[in-house]
């Protein structure tokens, strides 16, 4: 069964500054890669995700996100963070035909104004 | 547009004690997913529902249950509660059945177990 790492559990960030969240994941076979995000009091909702086609996928609110199949990775990306970004990220991978959505352990970002 | 709604929203139990959980999708929405997320992890898959049949089952025991009626809405069931079950309990609703769709998630219901 396909796991998620998230290596990174808290980041603090200053506005502008550039974001990595790293994900990596571990499974053989064709994967459908996830960024969802949690802002404070609110649900799960999706930042972005990648099925096939271009590797680098574009999200809501200026995130992108990566696909590198020989790293098993889909890490997170932000050129310049905000206050308002502050939230929890969570990285998701399910395989194809496969219901079972694996979440990583979420990383904390907070951005200081 | 309604989004996933859940309830309660939260709740306190014993030891022993059963529980249900209750979720309606987005109208149109034929898939209904229960996750589990214990503080500081992310959430775990239970079950997946898809026109009110099984479709996937993650590793929890069998006092998880679940069902899905006919309006697609949904109940988890926990029978002879543990302090281990105290969690925020998610339900999320997608159009598709498997892989590609996007799951939409509702607020939760945390459930305390004393």
């Known amino acids: 069964a396909q796991s998620v790492s998230q290596h990174n559990h808290h980041v603090i960030l200053s506005e502008a500054a550039s974001l990595e969240l790293g994900c990596n994941y571990s499974?053989?076979?064709?994967?459908?890669l996830f960024w969802y995000v949690q802002y404070p009091g609110q649900h799960l909702q999706l930042l972005l995700k990648?099925?096939?086609?271009?590797?680098l996928v574009k999200g809501i609110k200026g995130f992108e996100a990566e696909f590198i199949k020989s790293k098993f990775s889909f890490n997170l990306r932000k050129p310049s963070v905000q206050w308002s970004d502050t939230a929890e990220y969570f990285c998701?991978?399910?395989?194809?035909?496969?219901?079972?959505?694996?979440f990583g352990a979420g990383t904390r970002l907070t951005v200081k104004p | 547009d309604a989004g996933v709604t859940q309830s309660p929203t939260h709740l306190i139990k014993t030891r022993g004690q059963h529980v249900t959980l209750r979720c309606s999708p987005i109208?149109?929405?034929?898939?209904v997913s229960w996750y589990q997320q214990v503080l500081g992890q992310g959430p775990q898959f239970i079950f997946q529902?898809?026109?009110?049949?099984?479709?996937g089952r993650g590793n929890f025991p069998d006092r998880f249950s679940a069902r899905q009626f006919p309006n697609y809405s949904s109940e988890l069931n926990v029978n002879a509660l543990l302090l281990g079950d105290s969690a925020l309990y998610l339900c999320?609703?997608?159009?598709?059945?498997?892989?590609?769709?996007?799951?939409?998630f509702g607020e939760g219901s945390r459930l305390t177990v004393l």
């Open positions: 109208s149109g929405h034929k898939s």
């Open positions: 529902y898809y026109e009110k049949e099984e479709r």
């Open positions: 999320a609703s997608s159009f598709r059945d498997r892989g590609t769709g996007e799951l939409f």
């Open positions: 998701a991978v399910n395989a194809n035909n496969n219901n079972d959505m694996r």
């Open positions: 499974y053989g076979g064709t994967v459908n």
């Open positions: 990648y099925f096939s086609g271009d590797p």
